[in-house]
């Protein structure tokens, strides 16, 4: 797939972009060569991968020794003899851990008690790192194998290799922090600012437009300037990632025109939903010693092959000499009615639908197509139950035939190289959590007047105010900064070392919340360890993004004096917000020795 501009740095470099999935993953990646064209190309030859179905993509899994050692990962942990050694050997199998990471507020507080825990003695960002260390190791060897003068290739930028690593539209700040924190236990860089810039983060949502836009498939959507949505979902995926674009002015220009959407009801939640059912309806029969091998046959033929509700459906398990004619298990075969399948996707296609109304309605232009991308896509029955439903709505629903599963890792590259989307739409509503000067005829102030502090300065504030830095559904572009003025007073200057501000975010429906102890949603009980020291709690509306700790001690301050006589000094700033490209940076910004004349 090549890149539309030639590479304009003046070394030889390499982009490795690693896609890890729930249950599968992939790895792409593209040769950088001063003035030529770059071409995107995937890793499709992985250790064992002949006993693997589908060229470009492993299993999500990794086993543990009871030691904690790696003693399988990937297309290994699938080889034939590999459960007898697993036993043999007391192993623990680690699947699913990417939703370890997933954010604990809204949808994902739900999905708990359906993901596999991780091995005992593992954090998620010890298991995540071990994989990550596994797909380096995996992409040094086929690029070695498959490139001339391979070693010496990889040898030339070995140490100055680009990561991009994907994720879900819903992970945020606190996600990436883990991720590149994996990154760096997995040795892909080094613990140094350098380093650490080397490793990029795009959601799948982006990855996805940037994946269709590579291929093709906007052309024709797009060509009057509306908007489309994009819904990726791999084929063995947790989530079910949906956002929207449309074209700008320049030419491969795309600008986001709603809030992007991450929903937990990806294909994996098929299977579970498929055990859950399978779980009561196999309860009184010897096969429910099966059950977890029958979940893997309906997953890997009966769930893609699924079309029609009205004809029975067949999951092939065992041999001939396997029969229960009470539970419909004849020569191996398990019959299930179609109508009880389609229940099994009846709630990933609901809130796809429901989702991409909600894009239309809250979209700042006209929405005309909705391109599915990801292995999920290719499910008949998924799509043109969609597609039935949308088609009401006036929304034309495509899908891409070529490489749905490479979809994220693919278009991952072509965000590096390409950078299509100049503008982005904020999730929620950002701001700061401050004590705000008392106003006695302020309603909102008297009411809340028990709680008011007295500052150095004299005056009296209330806390929990809440500083609204940058309101929910707001188009950003990348250079743009937001500022909140803020200002701190103190009574003792040997003391005042530094300030420590927090940025939060607001989750709620409120279009303009104003005080924290206001829609605060559920409350969250979190351990003591990891309290802060407000004296409100946290909230699930209300969450804190990131924290600013900025040392002050140079400041040549001057003391400033209170309606009593007593002295205190002030320090004013201002807190900066930039969201670059898919990351979110947040500032101090002070002035210092100005002069009036």
């Known amino acids: 797939m090549p890149s539309n501009t030639p590479y304009r740095g003046s070394t030889r470099k390499l982009v490795l972009a690693f896609d890890v999935g729930t249950t599968y993953s992939g790895i792409s990646y593209s040769v950088l060569d001063p003035g030529q064209v770059p071409v995107i190309k995937g890793v499709t030859r992985f250790p064992a991968h002949e006993h693997i179905s589908g060229a470009s993509k492993i299993p999500t899994i990794i086993y543990y020794d009871p030691v904690g050692k790696v003693r399988a990962v990937g297309a290994e942990a699938m080889r034939d003899g590999i459960v007898e050694a697993a036993e043999d050997g007391k192993w623990i199998k680690a699947e699913w851990f990417k939703l370890h990471l997933r954010s604990k507020i809204g949808e994902g507080k739900t999905i708990t008690d359906h993901i596999p825990p991780l091995p005992l003695n593992k954090t998620v960002i010890q298991v995540f790192a071990d994989f990550l260390r596994y797909l380096l190791q995996c992409a040094s060897t086929y690029i070695q194998d498959t490139h001339a003068n391979g070693p010496d290739l990889w040898n030339s930028f070995e140490d100055d290799i680009e990561f991009v690593l994907s994720h879900p539209n819903g992970w945020e700040g606190k996600e990436q922090s883990q991720m590149r ?22 959601t799948e949502g982006e990855a996805s437009l940037h994946f ?136 990933s296609i609901d809130c796809i639908v429901k989702a991409v109304l909600n894009q239309k309605k809250t979209s700042l232009h006209s929405l005309s197509h909705v391109v599915f991308v990801g292995g999920f896509a290719a499910s008949d029955w998924l799509f043109d139950s969609v597609q039935r439903s949308l088609s009401k709505s006036g929304l034309n629903v495509l899908r891409p035939e070529n490489h749905v599963n490479k979809a994220v890792s693919d278009g991952a590259i072509s965000f590096h190289l390409d950078h299509f989307v100049r503008t982005r739409v904020s999730k929620v509503t950002y ?12 309603a909102e102030h008297t009411k809340r007047l028990a709680t008011a502090i007295s500052l150095p300065s004299g005056l009296s504030a209330i806390p929990g105010a809440f500083g609204v830095l940058v309101p929910k559904n707001t188009q950003i572009s990348e250079t743009k900064e937001f500022r909140y003025r803020l200002a701190q007073t103190f009574t003792n200057k040997v003391n005042f070392k530094s300030t420590t501000v927090s940025i939060w975010c607001y989750r709620g429906d409120n279009l303009n919340p104003s005080w924290k102890d206001e829609d605060v949603g559920s409350l969250n009980v979190l351990p003591n360890s990891v309290r802060c020291n407000f004296h409100f709690p946290l909230t699930e509306n209300y969450t804190k993004l990131a924290t600013v700790i900025v040392d002050f001690t140079h400041l040549p301050l001057e003391p400033l004096v209170n309606k009593t006589g007593e002295a205190y000094y002030r320090v004013d700033y201002e807190v900066v917000l930039l969201f670059g490209l898919t990351e979110m940076q947040a500032q101090l910004a002070w002035q210092e020795k100005v002069r009036c004349s």
């Open 181 to 202: 924190d994996a990154a760096l236990l997995a040795g892909l860089v080094p613990d140094t600012p350098r380093g650490r810039a080397r490793i990029s983060f795009v």
């Open 212 to 347: 269709a836009v590579q291929n093709g498939v906007l052309s024709a959507a797009m060509k009057k300037g509306e908007g489309v949505v994009i819904v990726d979902s791999d084929a063995g995926g947790g989530t079910i990632d949906v956002s929207t674009y449309r074209t700008q002015d320049a030419a491969n220009t795309y600008e986001e025109i709603a809030a992007p959407q991450c929903h937990f009801h990806g294909s994996v939640f098929v299977n579970v939903l498929a055990r859950v059912f399978l779980l009561e309806y196999l309860a009184e029969s010897p096969f429910l010693d099966d059950l977890d091998h029958i979940v893997h046959c309906f997953d890997k033929t009966t769930k893609p092959r699924f079309r029609d509700a009205g004809e029975p459906q067949y999951v092939k398990f065992g041999s001939t000499r396997d029969n229960d004619a009470n539970i419909n298990i004849r020569f191996g075969q398990l019959k299930l009615e179609g109508l009880d399948v389609a229940q099994f996707f009846q709630p």
């Open 431 to 442: 701001g700061v959590v401050y004590a705000a000067h008392y106003q006695e005829h302020n």
